[in-house]
């Protein structure tokens, strides 16, 4: 699961200092550690692929991920953004791919177990919910 060099301890900080596990306690934080792996990503390596399965729930540890469109790139992704839910919670393909950059490294919640997970973390599921809700005004504020 973790990188043999990051415990759980450790990995529980690095995920604390996200505003997406905001206010949870140390022993949440623990369990959390517990299920996520942890993964670096050679630079250009594709974590997802459009139009392929999507595989799990990603969230930025560090480095940048490039949001690319058919070949086109449409934006970037950073520390404590996440990507890969939407294909998780709807079982389809991912609309884009999500290329590595600058040494991303990512805490990954399995597909299975993401549903379990934002379920028994409320919190967490609210704060995605968030998010989500920006990017979908942020994606239609041309129609305003």
Do not use: N
């Not at 590595?100 to 990954?108: E, F, Y």
């Not at 704060?127 to 942020?138: G, I, V, Y």
Request: glycine share 12%.
């Amino acid at each position: 699961m973790c990188d043999m060099a990051t415990t759980r301890g450790e990995l529980g900080d690095k995920l604390s200092s996200l505003s997406l596990f905001a206010d949870l306690s140390a022993a949440e934080l623990e369990s959390i550690a517990h299920i996520v792996d942890e993964r670096r990503f050679a630079d250009g390596e594709r974590i997802l692929r459009q139009g392929l399965t999507g595989s799990g729930f990603y969230i930025i540890l560090a480095g940048e991920g490039i949001i690319r469109i058919d070949g086109k790139d449409y934006g970037k992704l950073g520390r404590g953004d996440f990507f890969g839910e939407i294909s998780v919670l709807l079982g389809d393909p991912p609309v884009a791919d999500i290329v590595a950059a600058q040494g991303l490294h990512c805490a990954i919640i399995p597909g299975p177990a993401l549903e379990p997970f934002m379920v028994g973390h409320p919190q967490v599921m609210f704060r995605m919910l968030k998010s989500e809700a920006r990017k979908l005004r942020m994606a239609t504020s041309w129609r305003t």
